[in-house]
């Protein structure tokens, strides 16, 4: 394959491969049954519409590196909504059941009811709906909700790391109220979006006094709080592993304050672990990326705003699908060049983050969280 340097600023300054030498000489119809080295499925296709988001949360975009002076792509390097489907109707056809946008923050881009409306049309390999949700710090909730509901989005998610209102504007870093996002949650649920999950990065000596007051809030509402290790994703949050607060001691304090019971998972690679109030109040989950690697099922492949594939949210190297979709490739040229990179996928960054070594080698390359969607 053909490696090239990426000639942009700062924190995208990292590697990515031509995909056209990954084109096999005899080309094959996706089955929509397709394996990595690990025996690992290709179910679900994370799009990231907007590198840019209106918080500066701590651990994701930081201030002191998202400043005034910091570039975006320009709306040229976008992926266009077209583009967009074409590349989902090809992930769909390999086997791809979920599609989540992400960003930045996906309700930034200028029209997003118009892509979701194209990508709700597409329907799985056995002709049901896509599961079609999209991840969202809720700022503009309020106002898209029904429109993106009209569209065809089934449901939601809302990243919110507070439920107290002071601890929530220190870890946006923009002032935004605690009460604004949770008008976007209440319009979110009556526009039908549901199940609506919440999720709560928890980063140890921050906002851990906020779990189980975020757990008493949303209690009985319909509403799953997911609890998510704070993880080392990119090289700009500063992550150490002395705060991250294991997901256990999160279920410890949660069931000392309403007990809980563990349940299964509703589908093979669901990334939280679930467990139900025993008083029949609703569910949470807790992400344990860091204490517990869900390396083994992950099914999860990323598509860039500007349409590059990365295999694993701690890739140091992406793989440049826009290239082909603009090169006059057929669609099953190109079909056949993403088999080629999922079978050969090896991905597991966190199952060996524990060894210093690797970790140490890829700190500084590892991409952005803010570029790639969590
Ligand atoms: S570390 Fe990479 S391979 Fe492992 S679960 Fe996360 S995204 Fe998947």
Not at 165 to 181: G, L, P, Q, S
Request: glycine content about 6%; aromatic content about 6%.
């Amino acid at each position: 394959m053909t490696e090239t340097v990426i000639p942009i600023l700062d924190l995208r300054e990292h590697r990515y491969r031509s995909m056209a030498s990954g084109i096999p000489a005899e080309l094959v119809p996706p089955t929509g049954l397709l394996s990595d080295r690990r025996g690992r499925p290709l179910h679900d296709l994370r799009i990231s519409v907007t590198d840019r988001c209106n918080f500066r949360c701590v651990y994701c975009m930081p201030k002191d590196v998202f400043d005034k002076d910091y570039t975006f792509l320009p709306h040229a390097e976008l992926l266009s909504f077209e583009e967009i489907t074409r590349a989902a109707r090809l992930f769909v056809a390999h086997g791809v059941e979920k599609i989540r946008l992400t960003g930045g923050e996906p309700l930034l881009r200028k029209n997003i009811e118009k892509l979701v409306e194209m990508l709700a049309r597409l329907e799985t390999v056995s002709g049901k709906p896509l599961d079609l949700t999209l991840t969202t710090n809720a700022s503009l909730l309020a106002r898209k909700a029904r429109a993106l509901r009209d569209a065809g989005l089934t449901r939601v998610s809302v990243s919110l790391d507070a439920i107290d209102d002071t601890t929530f504007r220190r870890m946006n870093d923009v002032d935004f109220a605690v009460r604004d996002v949770l008008a976007g949650i209440e319009a979110a649920q009556a526009a039908g979006l549901a199940p609506l999950k919440v999720n709560m990065v928890v980063k140890r000596g921050v906002n851990d006094s906020e779990i189980v007051p975020m757990a008493a809030h949303f209690r009985g509402s319909g509403v799953i709080v997911r609890f998510i290790e704070f993880m080392d994703v990119g090289a700009s949050n500063h992550w150490c592993m002395d705060e991250v607060l294991p997901s256990a001691e999160v279920v410890r304090r949660i069931d000392a304050a309403f007990p809980l019971e563990a349940i299964g998972a509703n589908y093979l690679g669901e990334t939280a672990e679930r467990w139900r109030y025993r008083d029949g109040a609703g569910e949470i989950g807790v992400i344990s990326s860091v204490s517990h690697a869900f390396c083994g099922d992950c099914s999860r492949i990323r598509l860039s705003t500007e349409g590059r594939l990365y295999l694993c949210l701690f890739a140091t190297e992406g793989h440049d699908l826009r290239e082909l979709l603009r090169s006059g490739r057929s669609d099953l040229e190109i079909a056949n060049a993403i088999a080629a990179l999922w079978q050969q996928r090896t991905d597991n960054y966190s199952e060996q983050r524990s060894d210093p070594a690797i970790r140490a080698a890829r700190a500084e390359r590892k991409i952005e969280m803010s570029y790639i969607g969590g």
